[in-house]
């Protein structure tokens, strides 16, 4: 089976090289195919520059707790394709991706195939329905209006925030990103939102308004407030929830929390059973892997994937407050089409050393160029071109008491993870 499952993986990653494409078509093809299977469930859709993973991770932890089947789709995964496709926290067995994977595959021809995250999206879609489940959380890719996922018809939406990326595609200016993002909103569906910037949330604002879909904005209609000791209190339009305990690092975390508590609220309106002790179980016990996460407390280890300026500042923000920077080694593997010299001018800034690397992925970043960048604002700086080696090599060379931080992208997180289960399996 694992040469099964390893050729339908290669197969799948190699329809990498379509790059992306802009437009519902090839979904909408692939769902007639498969005998549109989104339709036999509840849908949430989640959209957003930064955090849109932990949020849908809160839902779906949320809905579990109160007794749903729950499907989660998010990308990128760590270490594992299988990552990407959970139900009720647990993700798909190796044989049912092949199954999923073998079904999409007959619905497509090979002169028109669909991209990877396509193909991905329409094998989440097909297992959710085979599993039944109740309901299914959806991340989106990247946008909005033109992802794959937006061929759902959800029940409530979530945009968590608005930052530059992917310009090449949603647009040069922050309100065309808004616009794009702002594509999932559908008619008369609720959704929640964590925009700040006024011209984007203008662009938020009018969408809701065209599509007569209930806006409900983070520090207007809905409010999150830590307390001392660590919890928090949610107040929303029609409950409030004091004294949650969360189970994801971070100040950050608190907004996200905020607002996926603002489309739970959302859905108990709409009368969907959702007991408070759900709610308050779900917050403390979600998880989700590469964000914040401590993987060794000796030495200290911390991952995160931020991948963008807007990411960096929130884990900035977080190592300043938790960590002295005199015993902080930073390893950074950042994407060439990212703004790398933005974010390593802050991380270099805030550690001993830095050590510039590149994840095994088409669009990794020169560690050299990189580094040559970095010894502007710190003069400790080696570039290691393997994630593994890098890790190896910092904590060969660790002073004691001293931590590391690694970071820049999903996929370098993923693979230290995987090299840092496997040097604990040894050990």
Same mark, same amino acid.
């Given at each position: 089976m694992i040469d099964s499952l390893d050729n339908h993986l290669q197969a799948l990653y190699r329809l990498r090289r379509f790059g992306i494409k802009l437009g519902l078509n090839p979904m909408t093809r692939l769902m007639r195919g498969l005998g549109n299977p989104h339709a036999a469930y509840a849908c949430i859709h989640v959209a957003g520059t930064n955090g849109k993973g932990s949020i849908a991770a809160l839902i779906s932890c949320i809905l579990s707790h109160a007794g749903y089947k729950v499907g989660l789709y998010t990308s990128p995964h760590l270490v594992r394709f299988n990552e990407r496709i959970q139900v009720n926290g647990s993700p798909i067995a190796d044989k049912e991706v092949i199954e999923a994977a073998e079904a999409v595959r007959r619905v497509y021809t090979q002169s028109d195939p669909p991209t990877f995250f396509e193909c991905a999206t329409a094998m989440a879609l097909y297992h959710f329905a085979k599993e039944a489940v109740d309901w299914a959380v959806l991340e989106t890719g990247m946008g909005g209006r033109y992802d794959a996922t937006n061929i759902i018809k959800p029940h409530v939406c979530a945009i968590s925030n608005v930052g530059m990326e992917h310009t090449e595609y949603l647009g040069t200016r922050l309100v065309d990103i808004a616009s794009e993002k702002a594509g999932i909103i559908k008619p008369g569906v609720g959704i929640v939102t964590g925009v700040r910037q006024r011209n984007a949330l203008a662009v938020i604002e009018e969408a809701a308004g065209n599509a007569d879909a209930p806006l409900r904005r983070l520090g207007k209609e809905i409010t999150v407030r830590r307390k001392d000791n660590g919890s928090f209190d949610y107040t929303g339009p029609e409950s409030r929830w004091g004294g949650l305990t969360l189970g994801l690092s971070g100040v950050h975390q608190v907004q996200n929390a905020g607002l996926a508590l603002g489309a739970v609220e959302l859905l108990r309106e709409k009368g969907l059973p959702l007991p408070d002790q759900a709610i308050y179980a779900g917050v403390k016990e979600v998880s989700w892997p590469g964000r914040l996460e401590t993987v060794c407390k000796s030495p200290l280890i911390i991952l995160d994937g931020a991948h963008n300026p807007a990411a960096v500042t929130t884990l900035e923000r977080f190592l300043r407050a938790n960590i002295d920077p005199a015993t902080l080694t930073m390893i950074v593997g950042i994407l060439r089409d990212k703004a790398w010299k933005i974010m390593l001018q802050r991380l270099a800034a805030i550690c001993n050393r830095i050590i510039l690397t590149r994840p095994q992925y088409e669009r990794a970043g020169n560690p050299e160029e990189q580094a040559r960048f970095a010894r502007k604002y710190n003069p400790n700086v080696k570039a290691i071109h393997r994630v593994a080696d890098a890790i190896a090599f910092a904590?060969?060379?660790?002073?004691? *008491?001293? @931590?590391?931080?690694?970071?820049?992208?999903?996929?370098?997180? *993923?693979? @230290?993870?995987?090299?840092?289960?496997?040097?604990?399996?040894?050990?």
């Open positions: 904590m060969d060379t660790l002073p004691s *008491g001293a @931590a590391i931080c690694i970071t820049g992208s999903l996929y370098t997180v *993923g693979e @230290a993870k995987a090299y840092l289960e496997r040097r604990h399996s040894a050990s």
